[in-house]
């Protein structure tokens, strides 16, 4: 239990470089959450990136992509169209 000097001098010595020489350290950036790299990416908050990837997730689901076709339909009949089936026959 010993802080940085001698956290360094013990990283000196597993690495066989002599006590007295010089290092430096390198600061790397704290990582990024999932949210917050595809925030970055996007450009959007990091909760909306939540909220899209959850969506999409959701959209994937066969039962969501049914009701979503049959709200589909639903609207095109109110619309005055005439809808012989929700989804297309081949």
């Known amino acids: 239990m010993g802080g940085l000097t001698e956290a360094v001098a013990k990283a000196k010595a597993l690495a066989k470089i002599p006590a007295g020489e010089s290092v430096r350290f390198k600061h790397f ?3 990024k ?3 917050e790299a595809l925030s970055e ?3 959007v908050q ?3 990136a939540q909220a899209l990837v959850m969506l999409g997730g959701v ?3 066969p039962q ?3 009701v979503m076709r049959r709200i589909e339909g639903e609207r095109m009949r109110s619309e005055g ?3 012989l089936a ?3 026959m081949f």
């Open 64 to 66: 969501a992509q049914a």
């Open 86 to 88: 929700d989804q297309p």
């Open 81 to 83: 169209a005439v809808v």
């Open 33 to 35: 959450s999932p949210w």
């Open 41 to 43: 990416m996007f450009g």
């Open 29 to 31: 950036p704290k990582s």
């Open 46 to 48: 990091s909760e909306a």
């Open 59 to 61: 959209m994937a689901d």
